[in-house]
């Protein structure tokens, strides 16, 4: 899978920067936010370099619902299913983007702002 040395994600997914990894597999890891938003803030990303979500190809399309798959199994290992979490991806920097690297928050653990229904 293709790499970037100057992307946060892509030497996390190596193991090159340590983290508090959750979950892996040949196309996804999962690992806590450093600076999380709510008590439970773990980031879902493929380990394959991609820029963002306007980035995503039509035969890499199903690695969002891969990403899904992931989060509803964090959401049972974190005990949360029942109680509910957010799936927020981010798509550039007016959309809040930070790393440019496609990647999935899952934010949940307590009460979320209805902002959006």
Same mark, same amino acid.
Request: hydrophobic share 40%; glycine share 12%; aromatic share 4%.
């Given at each position: 899978m293709k790499e970037?040395?100057?992307?946060?994600?892509?030497?996390?997914?190596a193991?090159?920067?340590g983290?508090? &990894?959750l979950? *892996?597999?040949?196309?996804?890891?999962?690992f806590?936010?450093?600076?999380?938003?709510?008590?439970?803030?773990? &980031?879902?990303v493929?380990?394959?370099?991609?820029?963002?979500?306007?980035?995503?190809?039509?035969?890499?399309?199903?690695?969002?619902?891969?990403?899904v798959?992931?989060?509803?199994?964090?959401?049972?290992?974190? $005990?949360?299913?029942?109680?509910?979490?957010?799936?927020?991806?981010?798509?550039?920097?007016?959309g809040?983007q930070?790393?440019?690297?496609l990647h999935?928050?899952?934010?949940? $653990?307590r *009460?979320?702002?209805n *902002?959006?229904?």
């Amino acid at each position: 899978m293709k790499e970037r040395t100057d992307c946060i994600f892509c030497r996390i997914a190596a193991g090159e920067i340590g983290s508090d &990894l959750l979950y *892996q597999d040949n196309g996804i890891i999962a690992f806590r936010d450093i600076n999380p938003l709510a008590p439970t803030h773990i &980031l879902i990303v493929p380990r394959k370099h991609i820029s963002s979500l306007a980035e995503l190809s039509e035969d890499e399309a199903t690695l969002t619902g891969t990403m899904v798959n992931v989060a509803n199994c964090l959401a049972r290992s974190e $005990g949360i299913v029942e109680r509910g979490y957010r799936l927020v991806i981010n798509c550039g920097r007016e959309g809040g983007q930070g790393v440019a690297h496609l990647h999935m928050h899952f934010l949940g $653990g307590r *009460q979320l702002g209805n *902002q959006l229904g």
